[in-house]
Structures are given as C-alpha cells and as structure tokens.
T-cell receptor
Framework: GENVEQHPSTLSVQEGDSAVIKCTYS??????FPWYKQELGKRPQLIID?????GEKKDQRIAVTLNKTAKHFSLHITETQPEDSAVYFC????????????FGTGTRLKVLA | NAGVTQTPKFQVLKTGQSMTLQCAQD?????MSWYRQDPGMGLRLIHY???????DQGEVPNGYNVSRSTTEDFPLRLLSAAPSQTSVYFC???????????FGDGTRLSIL
C-alpha cells in the first residue's frame, strides 16, 4: 500500500541554524504534499504545501522542495528560532480520485537557545 | 468564528462501551475527516466525507462508524470500545478538493 517515510525522527539544532526534514513516498501518482506543525498538546497546523507541478515553494523562513523522479520532498527551515520547536509531519496524496492522505511518522525538532 | 469544534476533550471508557465523538465546523467546508494519532505512528485517516450524505472509509475504519447528515456536523461513533482504540482523535475540515486545512483541538480517549 501507499507509504510515506519521514526522517529523521528527532532533530536538534542551535538557534539560528537551518533544519531539514525529508520524506519519501511510494505512490507515484501522489501530486500534493503538505507539511504540518504540531506543538506539544496542540492541534496540527498546516504550514506549507507543494503540488507536483512545482519544484520548490518558499514562505519566509520555510521552504519545501520536491523531487518527483526520486519521490521525495523536504522541508527546510532557515534561521531557526525556539518557537520552531515542535513535531513536523509530512503527508502525500492524490488531489483527484480518492481523498486520502498518508502521513509520515513525524519529526520532533528541538531548537536550542 | 469557532472553526472546528470537538467534544469532549477527554473521555475514559470501559471495554465494550459505545460513545460518539462530536465534531462541528462553521466554515461551510465540504470535506471533513477523522484521524487518530498514536505515538510514533503519525496521523491515520479513519473516515472522511466529501459532503452531506457522503462518507467513505480511510486507512483504519474498523470499529468506527460515521454519518454526515449536515454540512456542519461529522460525528464519529465507537461501536464497542477496545483498548486498541486508546488514542487522540482529531477532526479536520477543508474546502472542496483541498487537504485538511483546519483541525479541531482533539479528543483524548482512553479505553480501560
């Protein structure tokens, strides 16, 4: 079945450094890739997404890149701040046909002040 | 604007009991879905709905029922609670054809 692998499971960076989280998907028909941020005890929040017709998307300090040939996509956070500390989830889906989203298992990011 | 509202926030059940988790949204979103979140396993889709009167199964539907009589409400029913259903449950909504945009605060459910 469809699968999304996410790495690393935990990541610690110094404040101001960059963080990169990578996801690999198995369904070659996937064409929509969102990222969610979940603070401890809170709801997931959509922070950025990318569609298969785009290779990169940026929103201030956050960017996502997509490599369809290799079937992987990555979240890049630059100039990390303590408030970036959270669990980040990737997901992959097809935008047509069945409405099903497969999530990665999450990355716990710790930004050390 | 309340967004997505889930009730209750916490619940403890005994094995075999049934209950309904409530979810309501006031954004007139067509798509609604239920996820469960377990440690180390991310979010898994239980059931979803693409509009009033239309529901379908997700990745882990066994033991759960849903209905969508109105656009606003999408309750999740546990038919006969089992310890394996101990989890945090999130309801989400989105505009037509789009990813889960808005999540509720979640319901933490423990089955003894």
């Amino acid at each position: 079945g469809e699968n999304v692998e996410q790495h690393p499971s935990t990541l610690s960076v110094q404040e101001g450094d960059s963080a990169v989280i990578k996801c690999t998907y198995s369904d070659s028909a996937s064409n929509y890739f969102p990222w969610y941020k979940q603070e401890l005890g809170k709801r997931p929040q959509l922070i950025i997404d990318i569609r298969s017709n785009v290779g990169e998307k940026k929103d201030q300090r956050i960017a996502v890149t997509l490599n369809k040939t290799a079937k992987h996509f990555s979240l890049h956070i630059t100039e990390t701040q303590p408030e970036d500390s959270a669990v980040y989830f990737c997901a992959a889906s097809r935008s047509s046909g069945t409405y099903k989203y497969i999530f990665g298992t999450g990355t716990r990011l710790k930004v050390l002040a | 604007n309340a967004g997505v509202t889930q009730t209750p926030k916490f619940q403890v059940l005994k094995t075999g009991q049934s209950m309904t988790l409530q979810c309501a949204q006031d954004m007139n979103h067509e798509y609604m879905s239920w996820y469960r979140q377990d440690p180390g396993m991310g979010l898994r889709l239980i059931h979803y709905s693409v509009g009033a009167g239309i529901t379908d199964q997700g990745e882990v539907p066994n033991g759960y029922n849903v209905s969508r009589s109105t656009t606003e409400d999408f309750p999740l029913r546990l038919l006969s609670a089992a310890p394996s259903q101990t989890s945090v449950y999130f309801c989400a909504s989105s505009t037509q054809g789009v990813q889960p945009q808005h999540f509720g605060d979640g319901t933490r459910l423990s089955i003894l």
